[in-house]
Nanobody, 124 residues
Framework: VQLVESGGGLVQAGASLKLSCTASGRILSSYSMGWVRQAPGKEREFVGSTTWNGGRIHYSDSVRGRITITRDNAKNTVYLELTRLKPEDTAIYYC??????????????????WGQGTQVTVSS
């Protein structure tokens, strides 16, 4: 499965941003999806994940309360909305997929398929 993220950019602190991840090559509904970010000079950090139908969603404590992950399998797309953005949210945001779609994981190593990432920069 090929994944392409979009929606990143430069925003001011306090703003909201909605990222998209669109899949091709496979039907996205077969996969559980995760979002991972990597800040400059830091390790990749799990942000959140959703099962194939959005029935179960897991958010990292670092963004809980500010994050919403949704998916539209008819459009083969998963979304990440992050509100009240902070400068420390600055990172490259990646979406990732794993099979089967009913398993939920926060372990980054469990995801074999990755997009190229989209840069989010939050100015203070």
């Amino acid at each position: 499965v090929q994944l392409v993220e979009s929606g990143g950019g430069l925003v001011q602190a306090g703003a909201s941003l909605k990222l998209s991840c669109t899949a091709s090559g496979r039907i996205l509904s077969s996969y559980s999806m995760g979002w991972v970010r990597q800040a400059p000079g830091k390790e990749r950090e799990f942000v959140g994940s959703t099962t194939w139908n959005g029935g179960r969603i897991h958010y990292s404590d670092s963004v809980r309360g500010r994050i919403t992950i949704t998916r539209d399998n008819a459009k083969n797309t998963v979304y990440l909305e992050l509100t009240r953005l902070k400068p420390e949210d600055t990172a490259i945001y990646y979406c990732a997929a794993r099979f089967p779609g009913h398993l939920l994981t926060a372990n980054i190593a469990d995801y074999p398929y990755w997009g190229q990432g989209t840069q989010v920069t939050v100015s203070s």
